[in-house]
């Protein structure tokens, strides 16, 4: 997980690093933007959902090779395409065997600690670190290489996690736990995490797609071209860095040091004392989150919009990894990959519908208006958030 979590980490921000150069190679307005970024999503929800079948019945080795080989291929593709409709097909095979990989790898975190908080925390955080390093790294590798090499040898690197998986056991043991696919849908807290990850997920993609454009937008108009793209990457590397950072923090700050208790009860209240804490953390990242998107379509300082993104960075960073604690914590492992695929089912909704409105409205007026879509979707999620708390204290059924 160490290693190959960053790969999986880049897989996520690539598009984001590569939105400028492919905005130019292939003549992109905002609404195509907006169609490549759902491209990305709307393979998600069925990839992912079918590998957490796959994962539960046959095994999770076949399908973590089988993403990583796809990941690969895809940005081949993306580095040799000058047509718009076969980087639209290469970033939905990005998307298919990223989802495969993702699935996978939130199940195989679950094992590698007692404290499944410190887990989802610690590990997320390679995943960060594999999306801060891409920005500056695909700046650095375009500058020396190339758009073709440079893309080419990224894709190279999705190869890594198959040599290494090839040495790992990747199952574990749920001999004896109920696993039955109609206790997982019929479950309240599923659908409450499906939801609350649908609305969630576009807010990070689609600030993160759209970093560039807002710091690159607002540059002073004496300012050279080449400085203004160098400010915009660096702060979308600055908002990956705050992603990452506040993951490490978390896990080792809330987490580090904290041993499950060998007793049953003590166990099972020690949980439920965790996800009550992360229930009420992801109320405050909420309130964080409508702010952050709020202050994006007011601003037009470019200092103001920068801050505006590194704190956006700062806060969504632990949502994620909390949420996935709470859903693994609920679930029994066999379970695991069923649940992760319906989870990023919903999410794979949010990453799909999202963008193309935020895309559609940035074309007919601008970015700062279709941001107002990312506004609302905050609200929705603030609501969903509190709505959870409330389900998980018995004040509502």
């Not at 990457?233 to 904290?258: D, Q």
């Not at 700062?314 to 859903?327: D, E, H, Q, T, Y």
């Amino acid at each position: 997980m160490v290693v190959c979590l960053p790969i999986t980490g880049m897989c996520y921000a690539i598009l984001g690093a590569l939105k400028l150069p492919l905005t130019e190679r292939l003549r992109m307005n905002e609404a195509k933007v907006g169609g490549l970024v759902s491209s990305f999503g709307i393979m998600v929800g069925p990839i992912i959902l079918t590998a957490g079948f796959l994962t539960d019945a046959l095994g999770r080795k076949g399908v973590w090779i089988a993403g990583a080989a796809l990941v690969a291929l895809s940005l081949m593709i993306l580095s040799r395409t000058q047509r718009y409709a076969v980087a639209v097909l290469a970033v939905a095979m990005l998307s298919a065997g990223w989802a495969a990989m993702i699935n996978v790898a939130n199940v195989l975190m679950y094992l590698a600690f007692d404290n499944v908080f410190m887990a989802t925390n610690l590990l997320d955080f390679f995943f960060g670190l594999g999306a801060f390093l891409t920005p500056a790294a695909v700046v650095l590798l375009l500058r020396k290489l190339g758009y073709t090499t440079a893309v080419s040898f990224l894709g190279g690197l999705a190869l890594i996690p198959i040599v290494f998986s090839l040495f790992i056991g990747m199952q574990a043991d749920t001999a004896g736990q109920p696993a039955t696919f109609q206790s997982l849908i019929g479950d309240p807290v599923m659908w409450l995490c499906a939801l609350t990850l649908m609305v969630w997920a576009p807010l990070e993609s689609c600030t993160a797609a759209w970093t560039t454009t807002f710091v690159a937008d607002q540059a002073p108009p004496d300012e050279p071209e080449a400085k203004a793209k160098r400010i915009a990457a660096w702060t979308l590397s600055g908002f990956w860095l705050g992603f990452m950072g506040s993951r490490l923090l978390t896990a080792l700050v809330f987490h580090s040091g904290t041993e499950m208790p060998e007793d049953p009860a003590a166990k099972a209240e020690f949980i439920a004392h965790t996800m009550d804490q992360a229930r009420v953390t992801h109320i405050v990242l909420a309130v964080c989150a409508l702010l952050a998107m709020t202050g994006l379509v007011f601003s037009r300082k470019r200092v103001v919009t920068i801050a505006l993104i590194l704190f956006a960075g700062l806060i969504m960073g632990p949502f994620f990894p909390n949420l996935m604690a709470v859903l693994l914590s609920h679930f029994s492992p066999g379970l695991h990959g069923r649940a992760v695929g319906i989870l990023f089912g919903g999410a794979s909704i949010g990453w799909t519908v999202i963008p193309l409105i935020i895309g559609a409205v940035a074309k007919r007026s601008n970015l700062h208006r279709g941001f107002v879509v990312a506004a609302i979707d905050a609200a929705i999620l603030l609501s969903l958030v509190v709505v959870h708390l409330f389900y998980a204290r018995g004040a509502i059924d």
